[in-house]
């Protein structure tokens, strides 16, 4: 009896310390001189988490951008870790990339064009470094601030997607010879939550409400997410509040 008990407690203490070890977050800063309207976001990692590129932005209730809050350093600057140099080969120096399908409802949304006609950043149209960095390697918690203060409700967008994450809906033969689809394959996935700044006194949750374009030809929103998988578990839990 004694030694069931004592391994009852082994296990029980085993748990714990890896929950704890998954709940472990990264804090990371954005807009560091902006002071308007200070928000944390807590993002819980999911089990399909494998450094995804997203990006944070808000909005008014009529869908009209306003800024971005934070993105991912590759996408932010249109470089990547490995170049391309024909589709589908790869250098092994750092180089400019074209994806259109990481992240097109918020690129639309911010409405630069870059000299090839793609509102994904690159080179010259880049995030600058005070609201985009490298993807957190776990869990994480964003410290972020608007550069003005709401005149009244907001929405709070995340937009996220996973290189070649596919399933059995989108897999590679789906569209053959779309290159810019077979570097997504699932679709971007977009969450959102409204901020009412007058009472935003609780956390807020982000919850999807549909997908990008699939290979990222325009800014539409499908709210069709019957197909999607593994996309929806890369974050958990997405929770906002303001900071205190």
Partial sequence: MKNWIFISIVLLTSCVSQRGKDEAKQEISSNKAAKNFPITIEVRKGPAFN????????????????????????????????SEIAPGKWNTIPGEVRRPAALPYWSNKRNIKASDGLYTPSPETAVPDAISGATPKTGFVLNTSLTQKPSGKIRLMLEINQAWDSNSFWSNNKFPGDMDYFASLQPS???????????????????????????GDDGSLSTDLSSLTTVKEIFLTIRAEKKQ
Avoid: C, M
């Avoid at 008014?60 to 991912?72: K, W």
């Avoid at 009472?199 to 949750?205: E, H, I, K, R, Y």
């Fill in 51 to 82: 450094y995804p590129t997203f990006a944070f932005w808000v909005e008014d209730l009529e869908g009209n951008y306003i800024e971005t809050l934070f993105v991912t350093r590759f996408i932010a600057k249109g470089v990547f870790q490995h």
């Fill in 189 to 215: 996935l977009v969450y959102a939550a409204t901020i009412d700044p007058e009472s935003f006194n609780a956390p807020v949750f982000l919850n999807p409400i549909g997908h990008g374009h699939y290979s």
